[in-house]
Nanobody, 130 residues
Framework: QVQLTESGGGSVQSGGSLRLSCTAS???????????MGWFRQTPGKEREGVAA???????KYAESVEGRFTISQENAKDTLYLQMNSLQPEDTAMYYC?????????????????????WGQGTQVTVSS
């Protein structure tokens, strides 16, 4: 059973930075690198939205609202996904979730989310104050 564990959330002032991490466990040997990974966020009363995603070839896709401010990366040796968030704004306040799926591209994961065979983490809260 694959498990995704996020960390790195917190409270910052507008213009600040945070780096989120997502550690994956439970993958079969050498299978982690075959998965697409991504970050999503959700605020109360709104649907979960894709923030950034990266596929096994290293292709990254971003939501327009974070393009140029957020950077997604992965370290396969540590089975870890990162999201570097710079120039944070109050509208970035949300619960951030890590997701993984197979048989996808960065674009499909970002825009459609993980399928029935995909996985979600429990989330980490990011709060940006003005």
């Amino acid at each position: 059973q694959v498990q995704l564990t996020e960390s790195g959330g917190g409270s910052v002032q507008s213009g600040g930075s945070l780096r989120l991490s997502c550690t994956a466990s439970g993958y079969s040997s050498n299978s982690y690198s075959s998965f697409c990974m991504g970050w999503f966020r959700q605020t109360p009363g709104k649907e979960r939205e894709g923030v950034a995603a990266i596929d096994r070839d290293g292709t990254a896709k971003y939501a327009e609202s974070v393009e140029g401010r957020f950077t997604i990366s992965q370290e396969n040796a540590k089975d870890t996904l990162y999201l570097q968030m710079n120039s944070l704004q109050p509208e970035d306040t949300a619960m951030y979730y890590c997701a993984a799926d197979s048989g996808c591209t960065a674009w499909t994961l970002l825009n459609m989310g993980p399928g029935n065979s995909g996985y979600w983490g429990q989330g980490t809260q990011v709060t940006v104050s003005s």
